[in-house]
């Protein structure tokens, strides 16, 4: 059967893009809620899978993000119900808070660039990413979880200890990195930080050089992620 997703948009610049379309191609049905541009966040009842993306928010963003708390009702419903969820950047960092984490600001500074992966050997063992071979993936954040929530199994994480993939829960997990991104979209997100890179000597033109020469090798990397989860939540019919 072809799953039918719900797929949260917290800002224009950051849409579902080649994420969406992998999905697309596994035979996903996606429904795109932008509550950024005043749609509701609709019930669950109707869906196979929840998706998360990402945003210049911050995950603890409440008081100025209205669909933020909601959201993570949301999230926790789809967690107790077992419903596949998958979280996206700000999306991981969302589910993380919901269910018990905690996510501050990264001590170590911007991740930015197309960085390792550091796969752990619990991938071995689960269902949504076990079957991955991709090393290297889009970063692009400030703020990464600093406490998982219980019961949360750890995927991947940088050399310094920064979780980048998770299994929050049974069906629930988060990619800190960005499948989802191409060279627009990345082109979009340098020229909101061209200051600040500035100023700390970062040389955008290299970083996006590098995204346009990994296209490939991203693309091989995170397209078989989106069918497993496409998969997963087929299953759910």
């Not at 797929?7 to 996903?28: F, I, K, M, N």
């Not at 905690?102 to 063992?125: F, H, K, M, Y």
Request: aromatic share 4%; proline share 6%.
């Amino acid at each position: 059967m072809n799953p039918r997703l719900l797929v949260v948009e917290h800002q224009a610049s950051c849409p579902p893009a080649l994420v969406g379309g992998w999905l697309e191609e596994a035979g996903a049905v996606l429904d795109v809620c932008r509550p950024w541009a005043g749609d509701a966040l609709p019930a669950l009842a109707s869906y196979d899978g929840l998706v998360v993306l990402g945003g210049e928010m911050g995950a603890n963003d409440d008081a100025t993000v209205p669909w933020l708390a909601p959201l993570k009702d949301l999230v926790r419903e789809a967690a107790a119900d077992g419903l596949p969820t998958l979280g996206i950047c700000l999306g991981h960092q969302v589910i993380a808070v919901a269910l018990g984490g905690e996510v501050r600001r990264n001590s170590l500074g911007q991740a930015v660039g197309v960085l390792a992966t550091g796969w752990t050997p619990a991938r071995a063992d689960d269902p949504l990413t076990s079957g991955l071979t991709g090393t290297r993936g889009i970063q692009w954040n400030n703020d990464v979880v600093t406490r998982v929530p219980d019961g949360t199994v750890v995927l991947a994480e940088s050399a310094a200890g920064e979780l980048q993939v998770a299994r929050f829960a049974p069906g629930v997990w988060g990619v800190q990195l960005h499948p989802e991104a191409d060279g627009a979209i990345v082109q979009a997100w340098a020229e909101s930080d061209r200051a600040d890179h500035l100023e700390r000597g970062l040389d955008q033109d290299a970083v996006l050089a590098e995204v346009d020469a990994a296209r490939a090798e991203l693309d091989a990397a995170w397209r078989p992620l989106a069918h497993r989860f496409a998969a997963i939540a087929g299953e759910v019919r």
